[in-house]
């Protein structure tokens, strides 16, 4: 391990340590029943994490702190295959150690420790929902594509500048608001995988892994497609001379 790698992957390491640890930690605590000021509670506590360890790591290790970010860093060519390789197995194992020590100090699985689950018959006024593997695993994708957007048009593309933590942070938070009681929202592998692996719970597991990795994909057609347009855009046409009399 190189000297310049070694301090990015403790960054990612520590990122995602705390980001799992506070977000699935709140989903834990306060429960999927706590109706919307509950849900915007846990979406807050994920956004203001990933902002503030985005703000504290960005410079060092671009604040992945996501496996379906790096992959979308990596594809719109901004790293390197095998550091992404790095990123990607640290955000993996600091989710598990985070949910394992949820577990520790939570006292066991009983509050699922942020295990995400598909909504069954979830209120929503006069009806119910239950949302099926594939209608989630669409949520997820889009839920992702939102973030690795975000993540590509201001801290890798640097038109937000050193504002791209607080872009990245209200994205978590609407993702969540929005997604929270369908899915999860996590639409981040290994905040998925850490309380699956801590709980025992591997229900969907495929969906959680899979759908954040399709939606960063999307991203970054769509980052490179608007590039490519932005670039062949005509230059605004010279004014007429005006004729001599």
């Not at 006024?125 to 209608?135: D, E, H, K, N, Q």
Request: hydrophobic share 55%; proline share 4%; charged share 5%.
């Amino acid at each position: 391990m190189s000297n310049q790698t070694a301090p990015k992957l403790l960054a990612e390491f520590i990122g995602t340590f705390s980001f799992v640890f506070i977000g699935a930690g709140a989903a834990a605590i306060i429960g999927s029943g706590a109706g919307l000021a509950g849900m915007g509670a846990i979406a807050f506590a994920h956004g203001l994490a990933i902002m503030a360890f985005a703000f504290a790591y960005g410079s060092v290790s671009g604040g992945h702190f996501n496996p379906a970010v790096t992959v979308g860093v990596l594809l719109a060519g901004a790293m390197r295959t095998g550091e992404a390789v790095g990123y990607i197995v640290t955000q993996l194992i600091a989710g598990i150690i985070a949910a394992l020590l949820l577990r520790v100090v939570l006292g066991g699985t009983a509050t699922g420790l942020g295990t995400p689950t598909l909504a069954n018959d979830l209120a929503l006024g006069a009806t119910t929902l239950t949302i099926t593997p594939l209608a989630g695993f669409v949520i997820e994708a889009v839920l992702a594509f939102f973030l690795v957007t975000v993540v590509l048009s201001t801290a890798v593309a640097g038109r937000a500048g050193n504002l791209a933590p607080l872009a990245i942070g209200m994205t978590l938070t609407f993702n969540i608001i929005t997604g929270g009681a369908l899915t999860g929202a996590d639409f981040n592998p290994a905040i998925s995988l850490g309380p699956m692996v801590a709980t025992g719970n591997f229900n969907n597991v495929w969906l959680y892994m899979i759908a954040p990795i399709v939606g960063a994909v999307v991203a970054v057609l769509v980052h490179k497609g608007l590039a490519r347009l932005a670039r062949q855009s005509p230059t605004a046409a010279a004014p007429l001379s005006t004729p001599a009399e």
